[in-house]
């Protein structure tokens, strides 16, 4: 119990900083973007439709082009659901070979991608992709970090099932 309060407040403390400096202190008055990512995710029976909800706002809030969920489950990276248009991201291959993440460190670049995890299990990436006309913002690693860790148990669900289809056919 203290470590799941402990772990709210640190989600919460980095949501609410993280929008302060992209200018979204709340979704509504009053509601803190990290609550809104939770409520999304849980709210939705379906895992594809929670995941791609989390993103949608995920890339509302950070102005992305483009935002893709990257699966490693039994093969080649894939991109599982998409969120926007325009050239693909190119980083998720690399954050899924070495684990890290990688264009969060507050540069210039136009991507950034973070490690999908639940506990010690790699389940692939999530990738941003930045048009030529917006910066990426300073705290999108943050973000990108918070949302990824939001949609984990469903991208292991998402697997699961999938895993499950190809068993019976």
Known sequence: VLFRSLMRHVVERIATEAARD????????GEPLAID???RVHGEPDDRRA??????????VLET?????ISVDAGPPTVVISVGGGLPTTFGDRVIESG???????????????PVRL??????????RWPLDRARPARAGELL???AAVIAPRVEALQWRSRQQAQAA
Do not use: C
């Open 22 to 29: 992209l200018g979204t202190t709340a979704v509504r008055e």
């Open 37 to 39: 990512l939770i409520q």
């Open 51 to 60: 995941a791609a909800s989390v993103l949608e706002r995920v890339a509302a």
């Open 145 to 147: 970090a918070l949302a």
């Open 119 to 128: 506990g010690a299990q790699a389940l692939g990436a999530l990738a941003a």
């Open 65 to 69: 082009s483009r935002l893709d969920l």
């Open 100 to 114: 890290i993440a990688i264009g969060t460190d507050g540069g210039d670049g136009r991507e950034a991608a973070v």
